[in-house]
């Protein structure tokens, strides 16, 4: 009998000990391993979704867009319903938002009548100059900040110019809403056409499901056209529909517990009165935002979903590893300026000598500091950017280039630090001198590359 217990022991303690490995294996080792095929692309792709959505900084951004679009919710609302109406839908929208707030109705018709003063006093007297710039600038700056936070997530460091953002908004401004419109009042508005064409009980049932799915439909294609209309990058269609459907599928499933849990907090209103929907709608909006970042964040890790080898590793990297990346970066692109070829892209990089993405991205970026790359536009329609040696190669030296690296930043802000350390910065400073010095007679385009 004492064998038993020592053997369910034993199995525990194996299962745990596998468990932790597989645990250890998913967040971590799937990133460091070489091989290539769709079961690994799989796993790192739920392992990054899981791990994006769990992430403190993108829940941050989430925070603050929340904010951002309490302050835009009348105006959007406003662009919406002016929308709807040149689609003779605006009655079926607010018939939507009030079935999405069941316990809120008398609040909802407040709302509606502040989205018709706003646009009636947007469209009359002295009042539509500044009430359409400040619809404009609210929303602008609604998408701006969203724009700000995909391109974090794809790693590009410069956005729109002004005038693309003039010309890409405008066009989100009309291509996305038109999507959430369909999304949420066609398919009510073409069921009630169609019972009535068809009024057959097996054939309504099939009507219900088809226009079920083709709102599904249109919340994915809402969901994509984000993704590849708001970051400043190129961003692929099947990659940018795949995101597309696991947002809007995340993001109705949220809406649907969300609406259900409208029903119970009727209760509630006689102690809190309106004020009963606004925990649950900030909730509710952090939700959605989290939703669509982390939508974003596996667009992009789908796209390049080899780009995020290593990210533990680069967490910890060291400074002279750093160091020895960034001269890598450096010399790779001097030589191919002298060779005349293509300049290469951060995904070059990646595809050509297996550095990740994410690490190709700050170290072009601290060389460009530096004023030792530029960066130049390949393909403006499809926002290609390269990189180029910001002077003569001729003058690119390897001590020049180790001397700005080191020299980069902010210095000598620390009271006194001079004058109580002076003899341990001399020593320093000499030393690096006689480093420089030494490095100052190899040029980098004659630095060969091993391959």
Known sequence: MGKKPGRLAKTVKALIVKTKRLYAYFTDGIWSTTRRNWRIDFLRTVSLSIRSFLDSGLQMRAMALTYQTMLAIVPA?????????????QDVIQRELVEAFPAQRQLMKQAFGFVDSYLEQSSEGLFVGVGILFLLWTLISLLGAVENSFNTIWAVQQGRSFWRKITDY???????PILMICSSGLSLLMSTALHTLLPFDFMSTAITWILD????VFTWLFFAGAYMLIPNAKVKFPNALLAGALAGSAFLIVQW????GQMYVTRYNAIYGSFSLLPLLLIWTQLAWLICLSGAVVCYSSQNIYEFSFNSQIDKISLDYRNKLTLAVLVVVVKRFVEGGKPYTDHDFAA??????????????VLQDCH?????????????FGYQPAMDPAQITLGLTLSRLAHRGKSGFVPQFR???SSLIDTVDNIKKEEYASAD????RDIPLDQ
């Open 170 to 176: 405008t066009a989100i401004f009309l291509i996305l």
């Open 441 to 444: 007679t190899i040029l980098l």
């Open 352 to 365: 050509k000598f297996g550095l990740p993405s994410r690490i190709v991205s700050d170290i072009t970026g």
């Open 372 to 384: 030792l790359l530029i960066r130049v536009v390949l393909d403006d329609k499809d926002q290609e």
């Open 257 to 260: 517990l969300f609406v259900t």
């Open 419 to 421: 004058h109580r350390f």
């Open 213 to 216: 799915l083709a709102s599904l």
């Open 77 to 89: 609302l406003a662009l919406i319903f002016a929308i709807g109406r040149g689609f003779g839908l």
